[in-house]
T-cell receptor
């Protein structure tokens, strides 16, 4: 699976959009981009995933560049509860179905009042 | 719906002791896995299973055993605890089909003295 590069930390003002970048320049054509977050040492929580089209759900939006070498997770109106470590992960869904994910060190997002 | 349940939440062991970390899920997920998380690091995969009776090693399997006798349960055994196994342990589960998101438990914090 391709590796990812994320900034170690970011700040965002409460109520503003949080834009978290991720670089995955070695991504292959069948690898998906996933985002998870971990709030204060709880178990990680799934946010969103995509292959090449932009995706949106009730939590966030995922913007993937046309060459798929980078992506941005957007939290449209950050709240204090969004303070967490955000992990960007790329992987291919293999034939066994094993959902093994490689977690890097992620981006620590701090939402400031 | 309880999701993924891990017990105990906290545990202190002496070097050489054995114990089992319990993990149960009630979502009929075929895939289950164990991760460990050390301070300042991302999660690392220990063992995983794609169904009852099937287990395989992840990135850091040494010192740990697993079995999968039922779909619901995936215990992690430490046969002879070492200080290097001091960590937070997370269990996760998902369906095998498609890009099913991983569901995580809230972790077991283990200290080996």
């Amino acid at each position: 699976d391709a590796k990812t590069t994320q900034p170690p930390s970011m700040d965002c003002a409460e109520g503003r959009a949080a834009n978290l970048p991720c670089n995955h320049s070695t991504i292959s054509g069948n690898e998906y981009v996933y985002w998870y977050r971990q709030i204060h040492s709880q178990g990680p929580q799934y946010i969103i995933h995509g292959l090449k089209n932009n995706e949106t759900n009730e939590m966030a939006s995922l913007i993937i560049t046309e060459d798929r070498k980078s992506s941005t997770l957007i939290l449209p109106h950050a709240t204090l509860r969004d303070t967490a470590v955000y992990y960007c992960i790329v992987r291919v869904f293999d034939q066994t179905g094993a959902n093994n994910l490689f977690f890097g060190t992620g981006t620590r997002l701090t939402v400031i009042p | 719906n309880a999701g993924v349940t891990q017990t105990p939440k906290f545990q202190v062991l002496k070097t050489g002791q054995s114990m089992t970390l319990q993990c149960a899920q009630d979502m009929n997920h075929e895939y289950m896995s164990w991760y460990r998380q050390d301070p300042g690091m991302g999660l690392r995969l220990i063992h995983y299973s794609v169904g009852a009776g099937i287990t395989d090693q992840g990135e850091v399997p040494n010192g740990y055993n697993v079995s999968r006798s039922t779909t619901e349960d995936f215990p992690l055994r430490l046969l002879s605890a070492a200080p290097s196994q001091t960590s937070v342990y997370f269990c996760a589960s998902s369906h095998l089909q498609g890009n099913s998101p991983l569901h995580f438990g809230n972790g077991t914090r283990l200290t080996v003295t």
